[in-house]
Every structure is written in C-alpha cells, then in structure tokens.
C-alpha cells in the first residue's frame, strides 16, 4: 500500500498482524476506524482511555489500533482496558510510509473501501466531530 491519499481515496487492499496474531485486513465491509498513537506522545496517551468509550458509542464499526507499542505493551493495554479490538505494531516511520501520516494521534475513518475521514484527534469531542462530517 503506498501512502494514503486524501478524503474520497479509495484504500488499497492489505493486512497487517495484531499482537495477538489476528489478520487484520484493510478494507473490510462496513465502517472501519484506524486509531494511530505513539506511546511516546503525551497526547496519544491521554487520547487511550477515550478508545473505550468510543467503541461502546459505535457498536457497528471496526476499530483498529496502530501503535508504536511493542507485542507486550498491546497486551498490557488490551487487558488493561478490556479492548476487543485488534492492536497492530507499527512504528511512526511505516506510519508515514503506509497511511502518510506524519502528526499524532490521528483518526482515519473507511466506509466501503473509501477514506470518509481523517484528521487529528486529542481526545474524545475531536473523535466525535471528525465522525460527525462521515457521509452516508
């Protein structure tokens, strides 16, 4: 997959490993929402706990988690806020490579294989108002 494009880019297919060894495939049917958070950023940190909530909010989307963080590290957060959503390794450099993401954390949102959304979001009212402007 080379860099993400825009809003209306269609997404190249390819998978990715979670930590737990789920095949995570992009693009999937339905609405798919990829989180990306380095766990050396202070926002991204704060932006963690929020995931829960979110998830609860929006029952019907796939949440996918890039992180920075280590096998052990995803493992640790999973449990540690009881996230069913697959958490894949991917370091700030393949983030840039993969998505052209550059600034974090930042959200992207795929309905039906097309990035709706995408943006950066520090907490849970930023989430809200990027998945507000999703076009049916």
């Avoid at 860099?3 to 390819?14: D, Y």
């Avoid at 992009?26 to 929020?50: A, R």
């Avoid at 949102?109 to 930023?126: F, L």
Wanted: proline letters at 4%.
């Amino acid at each position: 997959m080379d860099g993400l494009k825009t809003v209306n880019s269609e997404i190249s297919p390819c998978s990715f490993s979670s930590w737990d060894k789920r095949i995570v495939k992009l693009p999937e049917k339905g609405t798919q929402v990829l989180f990306f958070i380095s766990l050396h950023c202070l926002h991204c940190i704060d932006f963690t706990p929020s995931l829960s909530e979110i998830e609860q909010e929006f029952p019907d989307f796939n949440f996918i988690l890039f992180s920075t963080g280590d096998e052990s590290d995803s493992q640790v957060m999973s449990e540690y806020f009881n996230w069913k959503f697959p958490i894949v390794h991917l370091n700030k450099s393949d983030m840039e490579r993969f998505f052209n993401i550059t600034m974090l954390p930042y959200v992207i949102v795929i309905k039906d294989s097309i990035v709706r959304v995408s943006g950066v979001a520090y907490n849970k009212s930023d989430y809200m108002k990027l998945a507000s402007r999703i076009v049916e």
